[in-house]
């Protein structure tokens, strides 16, 4: 093929990822891990499945960055998942190190490429590759807002008892307890959730979908979620190479939009081939705006302690 996306980061959600993307036969994959014959013994695994479902996807894993030279996407996955009880803005001081050194190294290999983040604390890093990689904003995004779109899809999906394929579930905010679950612009079949679900059942299901992620860490006790995200980012990875000017929520650089600045936050984009076309504006409500400024609050105080741990 002469499409090649990189993963970095082997791990749970990389490994994932290089297998919902090999499925999808739209890139070659280079899988990179410090681990020594980790990335190596996953990318031959997953070769010899290539034959039984007939896709020709070259898979490559490695602990060198040779391999990723002249991709299309780098996807960062790199770093440590959160354990039980952990916040994901505990993770920034080690993440910091290990997103900077993966950038560095591949962005030198592939200046044309398109950068999507997954490593938390998702907006922070994804604000740190772009400052890394001195590629315009529009080149660098951080999956989560697919995720928590679809985390809520799942809820109200079980609780109308409907198709998931009928509800469209929009998450705004930085990836933490405080995102923005959007109940009325939400909908299940075109009809507002608000309408639909009474107020103390959808109250739970925006509770239950902020902290998602969490629910899935305590019950793992190692590791946190991996299939749901890595399905998210072989979308985007999809919506970019075939240039489907797709509208999802991801981590896009703010430029005053929705009163912020100099910033990652989860808003609503659209992604064709060049990466972000365009960041989408919702009107809000009253209490929607105060949720929004609260996440936002957060995300600032997480970059800020980025800013601090590492001279951008
Ligand atoms: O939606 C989202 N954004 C997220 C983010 C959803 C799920 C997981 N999210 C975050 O992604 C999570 O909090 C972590 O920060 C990352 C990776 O999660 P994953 O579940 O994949 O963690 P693993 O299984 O521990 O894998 C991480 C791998 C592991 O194999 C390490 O050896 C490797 O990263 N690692 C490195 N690879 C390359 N280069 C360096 N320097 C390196 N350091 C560690």
Same mark, same amino acid.
């Given at each position: 093929?002469?499409?090649?996306?990189?993963?970095?980061?082997?791990?749970?959600?990389?490994?994932?990822?290089?297998?919902?993307?090999?499925?999808?036969?739209?890139?070659?994959?280079?899988?990179?891990?410090?681990?020594?014959?980790?990335?190596?013994?996953?990318?031959?695994?997953?070769?010899?499945?290539?034959?039984?479902?007939?896709?020709?996807?070259?898979?490559?894993?490695?602990?060198?960055?040779?391999?990723?030279?002249?991709?299309?996407?780098?996807?960062?996955?790199?770093?440590?998942?959160?354990?039980?009880?952990?916040?994901?803005?505990?993770?920034? =001081?080690?993440?910091?190190?290990?997103?900077?050194?993966?950038?560095?190294?591949?962005?030198?290999?592939?200046? =044309?490429?398109?950068?999507?983040?997954?490593?938390?604390?998702?907006?922070?890093?994804?604000?740190?590759?772009?400052?890394?990689?001195?590629?315009?904003?529009?080149?660098?995004?951080?999956?989560?807002?697919?995720?928590?779109?679809?985390?809520?899809?799942?809820?109200?999906?079980?609780?109308?008892?409907?198709?998931?394929?009928?509800?469209?579930?929009?998450?705004?905010?930085?990836?933490?307890?405080?995102?923005?679950?959007?109940?009325?612009?939400? =909908?299940?079949?075109?009809?507002?959730?608000?309408?639909?679900?009474?107020?103390?059942?959808?109250?739970?299901?925006?509770?239950?979908?902020?902290?998602?992620?969490?629910?899935?860490?305590?019950?793992?006790?190692?590791?946190?979620?991996?299939?749901?995200?890595?399905?998210?980012?072989?979308?985007?990875?999809?919506?970019?190479?075939?240039?489907?000017?797709?509208?999802?929520?991801?981590?896009?650089?703010?430029?005053?939009?929705?009163?912020?600045?100099?910033?990652?936050?989860?808003?609503?984009?659209?992604?064709?081939?060049?990466?972000?076309?365009?960041?989408?504006?919702?009107?809000?409500?009253?209490?929607?705006?105060?949720?929004?400024?609260?996440?936002?609050?957060?995300?600032?105080?997480?970059?800020?302690?980025?800013?601090?741990?590492?001279?951008?």
């Amino acid at each position: 093929m002469n499409t090649k996306v990189s993963i970095i980061g082997g791990g749970m959600t990389g490994s994932t990822t290089a297998h919902w993307l090999a499925e999808r036969e739209i890139a070659d994959i280079v899988l990179v891990d410090i681990v020594e014959g980790m990335p190596q013994g996953k990318a031959l695994d997953l070769q010899q499945a290539m034959p039984v479902i007939g896709k020709d996807v070259k898979i490559i894993g490695t602990n060198d960055y040779e391999a990723t030279a002249g991709s299309d996407i780098i996807v960062i996955t790199a770093g440590l998942p959160r354990k039980p009880g952990m916040s994901r803005d505990d993770l920034l =001081n080690a993440n910091a190190e290990i997103v900077s050194k993966a950038t560095l190294e591949t962005i030198k290999k592939s200046p =044309n490429a398109i950068y999507i983040i997954l490593t938390n604390p998702l907006d922070a890093m994804a604000y740190l590759a772009m400052k890394l990689t001195n590629l315009p904003p529009d080149r660098v995004v951080g999956q989560a807002g697919i995720l928590d779109s679809a985390r809520m899809r799942t809820f109200v999906a079980e609780e109308l008892h409907v198709s998931v394929e009928n509800v469209q579930c929009y998450v705004l905010g930085g990836h933490g307890d405080e995102m923005v679950p959007l109940t009325r612009h939400s =909908n299940v079949a075109g009809i507002s959730l608000r309408d639909v679900i009474p107020p103390d059942r959808l109250e739970a299901i925006v509770n239950r979908t902020r902290k998602g992620g969490g629910e899935i860490v305590s019950l793992l006790k190692t590791g946190s979620a991996y299939y749901a995200p890595s399905v998210a980012v072989a979308q985007m990875v999809e919506a970019i190479l075939k240039d489907k000017h797709l509208i999802i929520s991801a981590s896009a650089f703010m430029k005053g939009e929705y009163g912020l600045k100099d910033m990652y936050f989860g808003v609503p984009v659209q992604l064709g081939r060049n990466g972000i076309e365009k960041i989408i504006v919702y009107d809000l409500d009253k209490q929607e705006s105060e949720s929004l400024i609260k996440s936002a609050e957060d995300v600032r105080q997480t970059t800020d302690a980025l800013k601090n741990l590492v001279k951008l």
